[in-house]
């Protein structure tokens, strides 16, 4: 193991968030902690042990995220209503079927259809969402049936595609893998272009969204 | 989720938001690192005292 990092590329992996309903609107929740991920900010890693900064590379903590979707999906076990490929950055600890990062921000998300399981009413009850100036209610699970409204909801609130996959209850709902893997190639193609100063990149990964989901999000 | 054992460390630059450009919502919020110029000390932040710490996320 070497103490100084490498340099690397853009880096996205796949993960699964709960989602909840609050008076600001919907939140992407982590499905293992009551912990939101921000909208419009990055999500920052932190570790109860002192990491500093969080992750490093002998303890747990970071943003988790998981090389492949086909692997997710096995992992996942039906949890999670939002799967989503996430931009990675930072200090990131790659593991061989996955990443752990100190900063991460959705690139694309999929909405499952309601009646997966939601977020954990129960860690809810025993810890609420902290306040980080949104003045948040108690938050509820989002049980809205058509996806439709929700989809169109998250995505002005994150500012990213939303996409309502065609899946069946045999699959999971999951999107389908070797589109969500050509989506996501392409946002990291767009992570690229933008770290280059090509301000064109992120219409143009909007449009591959578009070309590749077959509809406009 | 089980990513399996650790293999390497890395820096990524911060370069770039993944944010939409020309987002009015993504202005500095002053709670909260700046979405829009994170910076190349990014990666040096000490972490918010502040916030939830959560083991994994
Ligand atoms: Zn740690």
Known sequence: MTSVPDLAEPVAG???WDLAETREGP??????????WPPRRPMTATCS???????????????????????????????????GCTALWGRVV?????????????LLLFLLPAGRPGVSQRLLRRRPLPDVGYGLPA???????????????LKQHYGVPVVV????????????????????????????GRREGDHTAHARFADAVEDLVGRRW | MNIDRPVRELLVEPVVSPLPDGDPAGAPRSDGPD??????????????????SPARV
């Open chain 1, 165 to 192: 996959p065609s899946g069946s209850p045999a699959d999971g709902y999951f999107p389908d893998d070797r589109l969500a893997g050509a989506v996501a190639a392409e946002a990291v193609r767009g992570l690229a």
């Open chain 1, 49 to 83: 042990r002192g990491c500093a900064p969080s992750p490093s590379l002998p303890c747990r903590c970071g943003l988790y995220a998981m090389d492949e979707l086909p692997r997710l999906h096995r992992e996942s076990r039906g949890q999670g209503r939002v799967v």
């Open chain 1, 14 to 16: 796949w993960r699964v």
């Open chain 1, 27 to 36: 939140l992407l929740v982590s499905p293992l902690r009551p912990v939101f």
């Open chain 1, 94 to 106: 790659e593991h061989a079927h996955g990443f752990r990062a100190q900063f991460a921000y959705p």
């Open chain 2, 35 to 52: 979405v829009r110029v994170p910076g190349p000390d990014v990666a040096r932040r000490p972490d918010d005292p502040g916030a939830a």
């Open chain 1, 139 to 153: 938050a509820t699970e989002v049980s809205s049936a058509s996806p439709a409204e929700p989809a169109r909801r």
